[in-house]
């Protein structure tokens, strides 16, 4: 799949390997055409989330679907979820995207009953998005920006879904995960450089921005969510519990620990090959033997 934005911003998409690009994702995602619901209401409210990759966005997005507040989605992902939707409502011309027509069938077939929609727009999204901010000039928008605090966590964990293929529980892995030194040092800074585009979009916007950290969504995502959904009372979100189903493993945690002491001491090189690392001693091991020596 390919998108290409001319000089004009026109957005041409290339459909050829669409249905290949389909049978990857599975019916559970909120892209599938089960979830095109037209309930006749204006969109009066947008709540915006800005995320990274694996920052905990698809669990705050499946949340508040089950509350029934919106729909929260990547719907200007460029690689496979922009294309899927344009083909789907018929919105292509000549190859081109008809941006009015595909705003136009966001607005209604993802718009819940209340009045709102909502977007989940990654770092890398947002020069796409930057060609529809017209057409959310007329709607009330809320902005949340969601930050994992752990970032190697994160790179960690993005690397095994590209690796693997699985972005969450739905997802059924395509191939095998492999510790990759330069591929989780590559997803950090990934995240890092999509962090830094969002602050750099939200201060050029002079947006006003609630900060949502992953951690504190896990550990209390009832009183969370209350605080970044305006008018929501905390009795009426009754269901806190997401079907995706975590996928931290025994192998995400040997990775962080790996990766974690690899960088620090190579001062983010990383070492040359597979011996050079069970050659070094860990940080706990020389700590421990500096402390036994006294």
């Not at 290339?14 to 389909?22: G, N, P, Q, V």
């Not at 718009?111 to 901010?133: A, D, Q, R």
């Not at 591929?183 to 585009?197: C, F, P, V, Y």
Request: aromatic residues 12%.
């Amino acid at each position: 799949m390919r998108i290409n934005i001319t000089e004009k911003n026109d957005i041409h998409i290339d459909t050829s390997d669409l249905s290949e690009l389909i049978a990857k994702i599975p019916v559970e995602d909120f892209i599938d055409i089960q979830f095109d619901y037209d309930y006749d209401v204006s969109t009066n409210d947008v709540l915006i989330i800005f995320s990274t990759p694996r920052s905990g966005s698809t669990l705050l997005s499946d949340l508040i679907n089950k509350n029934n507040i919106c729909l929260t989605h990547e719907y200007f992902q460029p690689y496979q979820y922009l294309p899927i939707l344009a083909s789907r409502w018929g919105c292509i011309r000549d190859g081109k995207l008809d941006k009015a027509a595909f705003l136009g069938n966001l607005f209604r077939y993802r718009t819940y009953p209340g009045g709102w929609l909502g977007v989940n727009l990654h770092g890398e999204h947002l020069k796409i998005f930057s060609k529809f901010e017209k057409g959310f000039a007329d709607v009330r928008k809320h902005f949340i920006h969601i930050i994992r605090r752990d970032l190697i966590s994160q790179a960690v964990s993005y690397e095994i879904a590209i690796q693997t293929g699985k972005w969450s529980s739905y997802f059924d892995s395509q191939a095998d995960a492999n510790y990759n030194f330069t591929g989780i040092k590559t997803r950090l800074e990934s995240i890092q450089s999509q962090n830094a585009i969002i602050s750099a979009f939200i201060k050029s916007r002079n947006i006003s921005c609630t900060i949502l950290y992953y951690e504190d969504l896990v550990e209390n995502p009832k009183d969370t969510i209350q605080s970044i959904i305006p008018d929501v009372k905390t009795d009426s979100l009754l269901l806190m519990e997401s079907g995706l189903k975590r996928q931290a493993s025994s192998r995400s945690k040997e990775w962080i620990e790996r990766f974690s002491l690899e960088y620090f001491e190579t001062n983010g090189d990383g070492y040359n090959n597979e011996n050079a690392f069970k050659n070094k001693q860990s940080l706990k091991e020389r700590f421990k033997s500096i402390f036994n020596a006294r």
